[in-house]
């Protein structure tokens, strides 16, 4: 599995607001049995979101917030098949991180 590839979210409970998690640990840690993820949340009109926080990222055609603040590792073996990469959109992905561990 690659850096910023997106899994359906393992989790059957929270899949209708979250659909979607996406890995942002790098390759370098494959060893390790968790991948570090992101979740992906529907975008909702009604919802405001700090946007440095919680960025918009595009999912096979569909705007989705990743939600930095909720960055959990999960097992590398619930992660089954890929739906899609967002490499493209990394920089964003990594300045939500930094947003997290900076506060900036």
């Known amino acids: 599995m690659a850096q910023y590839d997106?899994?359906?979210?393992?989790?059957s409970s929270a899949a209708d607001g979250i659909?979607?998690?996406v890995v942002i640990q790098s390759d370098l840690l494959d060893a390790l049995a968790t991948r570090l993820t992101v979740p992906l949340a529907v975008v909702g009109a009604a919802i405001k979101?700090?946007?440095a926080l919680c960025p918009v990222i595009v999912?096979?055609?569909?705007?989705?917030y990743a939600l930095a603040h909720y960055a959990a590792p999960l097992?590398?073996?619930?992660?089954?098949?890929s739906v899609d990469n967002v490499a493209a959109?990394?920089?964003v992905l990594v300045s939500?991180?930094?947003?997290v561990l900076s506060g900036l």
Do not use: E, H
Not at 6 to 11: D, E, G, L, R, T
């Open 75 to 81: 097992p590398a073996k619930l992660l089954r098949r």
């Open 49 to 51: 979101v700090p946007t």
């Open 6 to 11: 997106v899994f359906a979210n393992p989790s």
């Open 59 to 64: 999912v096979k055609g569909q705007r989705m």
């Open 19 to 21: 659909p979607y998690v």
């Open 96 to 99: 939500a991180m930094d947003a």
């Open 89 to 91: 959109q990394g920089s």
